[in-house]
């Protein structure tokens, strides 16, 4: 099956600090790549959409300058959370889409998630 | 844009009950409804979908079925068991752009 992997799983760091976030796709290549935020008990939250070779997507409300996404290659995607603080903590997912599906109707795999905790 | 909500936010059954979960969706242009698992602490895992084609489809204990003319689709689970415990999270695609549902929390009392 479609495998994609994030790393960290996990993230622990003080306030003011930048995080990289990473996802790979394992076994195909992904020129579309989604990022999402998962708040406790609520649904996934669409940031932007990451796009190969081109620029990111942002849903409306999302500061693109705070959450930065380089995709520079068909099989990784970066999120990197700038000077981020205690409102940042949340729990960051990240898909890509299985471009092996039906045009148009293509599935999305998920990455294990990252939480960020910011003290 | 696609808006997509989902009924009920939880539900709870008996192991061996069936169990069903409903979406509607507002673009009647969307062609695409899958069906994410998501269990505590772990990653969406899709289990299930269906393109606008079909009006139904199903996978052993797992059917969906789709009403394109009143813009709702439905998963259902026969033979509940407790491993099924967890958030099913519904999805409507318009060419790719997937929204998800607010999630169903589904607990099998055992």
């Known amino acids: 099956g479609a495998v994609v992997s994030q790393h960290p799983s996990r993230v622990i760091c003080k306030s003011g600090t930048s995080v990289k976030i990473e996802c790979r796709s394992l076994?195909?290549?992904?020129?579309?790549m989604f990022w999402y935020r998962q708040f406790p008990k609520q649904s996934l939250m669409l940031m932007a959409t990451?796009?190969?070779?081109?620029?990111?997507?942002?849903e409306q409300g999302v500061e693109k300058d705070k959450f930065l996404i380089n995709h520079a290659s068909l099989t990784l995607s970066t999120l990197t959370v700038t000077s981020a603080h205690p409102e940042d903590s949340s729990f960051y997912i990240c898909?890509?889409?299985?471009?092996?599906?039906?045009?148009?109707?293509?599935?999305?795999?998920f990455g294990d998630g990252t939480r960020l905790s910011i003290l | 844009g696609e808006n997509v909500e989902q009924h009920p936010s939880t539900l709870s059954v008996q192991e061996g009950d069936s169990a069903v979960i409903k979406c509607t969706y507002s673009?009647?242009?969307?062609?695409?409804f899958p069906w994410y698992k998501q269990e505590l602490g772990k990653r969406p895992q899709l289990i299930i979908d269906?393109?606008?084609?079909?009006g139904e489809k199903k996978d052993q204990r797992i059917a969906v079925t789709l009403n394109k003319t009143a813009k709702h689709f439905s998963l259902h689970i026969t033979e509940t068991q407790p491993e099924d415990s967890a958030v099913y999270f519904c999805?409507?695609?318009?060419?790719?752009?997937?929204?998800f549902g607010a999630g169903t929390r589904l607990t099998v009392k055992p």
């Open positions: 898909s890509a889409r299985d471009p092996r599906g039906v045009q148009g109707n293509q599935p999305q795999h």
């Open positions: 076994d195909f290549q992904a020129t579309t």
């Open positions: 990451s796009n190969e070779g081109s620029k990111a997507t942002y």
């Open positions: 673009d009647s242009a969307s062609n695409y």
């Open positions: 269906i393109r606008s084609n079909v």
């Open positions: 999805a409507g695609s318009v060419y790719n752009d997937m929204r």
